[in-house]
């Protein structure tokens, strides 16, 4: 049991009136004769049951020990002491790396456009790979920083020690924001119900990212709450949170997205219902849009053609599992093949592959020598690829030499869908052969490709990409375009640490003709060198905590 400590009342009164009675309740105050009963009368109890406010019984108590005071009696409060933070057992971070961290936290406060919460997240990440942790003065600011930034807060909690753990629990505000990082630690059914309380009351973002939490850990609690709450939900909140079952989508979700969600009177949920109902194997839905499919193409083995045949109007079956009437996905489509194409999209081209008996390269090549219906073809096999992520036709997609993604919404999609290894792949193809004589002018939509994804690049794809920037910048005629001017610190972000050992060989001087491109490479390397120092900092001072270490021994 904690021990009683003796502390000033006007100490202890004053702080309840800074940090206010919400935040810090009024604690008895003890005194002796009829100043201790004056006081006691003008407690928090005794004053709720006179309907008197908090505010109004600590300024009486203050006026009465003001009088008190000056009458030479003395009143004191005993409470239980605050418990004492545990020593800390991790190394703080160096003077250099800190100074880094407070460089960036006063480019958020210019409104840099350099995303400064990505410089943060590196930041955190090199220090919680270097297992030290920021000094005990700057964690109060750090937690201040980072409360509504969700994805940040296990990093924080690692990286500012035995502090953490004991501010948040002295401060509500900083414990209701970092709740989900304690609750890492908690046992899995108390973290499971604090993750259904969060989606039952919190703001819709705080329920979305509950809801996605507790799908990964509890598929079907996750469905659970989320069928009692959906028909009080707005059509947004319906679209944002059916996103969430995204993962671990199995038969057993099928009832609530056929029966519930697929009978949702705005379209847009419907939509949404039916592009997961779409993705589980066997479903109801997956089955009815294969029958519905098969009905409208054939192939003809003899000529080795698809036979195409559309539909005349969109029923409401149709309109119930999302076929809609007016979208517009390409104002080169008729309405009916535009029809076509959305049905299409919604089964999987491995049914194809295996309907036909032709591989994934063959169906392409067929759809888009199709002449009349090519275009609808093509496009419906684009969004099937980005919809059910099967590799062959990826594959065979991006092999294409017809097909330019960035041509078309559908390309868009399945270029934002790709998995990292295969984007990369297709990026590097975009760079010319300088060993080629008969090289040939790269394409300018290099940049444009990279504007659309957002991801981290692998150490070999930001080498490639960083030797031909070096090498472009020598050139009279360099190939960036407004694309790589406007993007140029966004694509910093975006590369591997280990572009600062290349970024001293981009030459850029006052000399420069085109401004635009100076303030963009200087931009670029701006961003690289500090990610770079911050890496450096943490890798210089474990090496040094490593040597002491080693001499003490």
């Not at 980072?146 to 940040?152: E, F, H, I």
């Not at 108390?190 to 996605?212: G, H, P």
């Not at 319906?238 to 989508?249: D, E, Q, R, T, V």
């Amino acid at each position: 049991m904690a021990t009683q400590v003796k502390k000033s009342p006007f100490y202890e009164l004053t702080e309840t009136a800074i940090l206010g009675t919400d935040r810090k309740p009024l604690n008895r105050i003890i005194a002796s004769g009829d100043l201790g009963q004056t006081i006691a009368d003008l407690s928090l109890k005794e004053g709720l049951e006179q309907s008197q406010s908090p505010e109004r019984v600590l300024l009486d108590q203050l006026t009465t020990l003001s009088i008190a005071r000056k009458a030479g009696s003395h009143a004191h409060i005993f409470e239980n002491t605050i418990a004492v933070c545990p020593d800390e057992k991790k190394q703080k971070v160096s003077e250099r790396s800190l100074a880094l961290l407070v460089q960036i936290l006063a480019l958020e406060t210019r409104g840099s456009e350099l995303r400064p919460s990505k410089m943060i997240a590196d930041w955190l990440i090199f220090c919680a790979e270097a297992n030290q942790r920021v000094p005990d003065e700057f964690v109060p600011r750090l937690l201040g920083l980072g409360k509504n930034l969700g994805d940040l807060h296990l990093l924080i909690e690692q990286c500012c020690g035995e502090h953490f753990a004991w501010l948040i629990a002295l401060n509500q505000e900083w414990n209701t924001a970092y709740k989900k990082s304690t609750q890492e630690q908690s046992a899995e059914a108390d973290r499971r119900q604090a993750l259904v309380n969060i989606f039952e009351t919190a703001l819709q973002k705080e329920r979305y990212s509950a809801l996605c939490q507790l799908r990964a850990i509890a598929p079907q609690e996750a469905l659970a709450a989320l069928s009692s709450a959906f028909e009080k939900e707005s059509f947004d909140s319906k679209i944002l949170f059916l996103k969430a079952l995204n993962s671990a989508l199995s038969l057993s979700d099928e009832p609530f997205l056929e029966e519930v969600a697929l009978t949702d009177r705005r379209k847009e949920v419907r939509t949404q219902a039916a592009a997961l109902l779409c993705l589980i194997t066997e479903s109801r839905f997956q089955q009815r849009m294969i029958a519905r499919a098969e009905q409208y193409l054939s192939y003809n083995s003899n000529n080795k053609q698809f036979v195409v045949s559309l539909p005349d109007k969109i029923d409401d079956s149709m309109s119930r599992d999302g076929i809609i009437e007016n979208l517009s996905l390409d104002s080169r489509l008729g309405q009916k093949a535009t029809w076509l194409c959305q049905i299409l999209s919604l089964v999987p081209t491995s049914h194809w592959q295996k309907r036909f008996k032709l591989s994934a390269v063959e169906i392409l090549k067929t759809a888009t020598s199709s002449s009349e219906w090519s275009l609808a073809l093509t496009l419906a096999l684009i969004n099937s690829a980005a919809k059910f992520g099967e590799v062959e036709i990826q594959k065979a997609i991006l092999e294409c030499s017809e097909i330019h993604l960035t041509d078309s919404q559908s390309g868009l999609l399945l270029l934002k869908a790709l998995p990292h290894t295969l984007l990369e792949n297709l990026i590097l193809q975009k760079l010319p052969s300088w060993s080629q004589k008969s090289e040939q002018a790269p394409r300018l939509d290099l940049w444009y490709y990279l504007e659309q994804v957002d991801f981290n690049w692998s150490e070999n794809f930001t080498r490639e990409i960083m030797k031909f920037i070096i090498k472009e910048c020598r050139e009279k005629v360099p190939v960036f375009g407004h694309t790589f001017y406007s993007n140029a610190s966004i694509f910093a972000l975006r590369m591997h640490i280990s572009a600062g050992e290349l970024i001293e060989q981009i030459a850029i001087n006052s000399e420069m003709t085109d401004v635009y491109r100076r303030n963009a490479l200087e931009r670029m390397s701006e961003t690289v060198k500090l990610r770079y120092e911050i890496f450096q900092s943490f890798k210089s001072s474990n090496e040094t905590s490593t040597i002491s270490k080693g001499n003490k021994q």
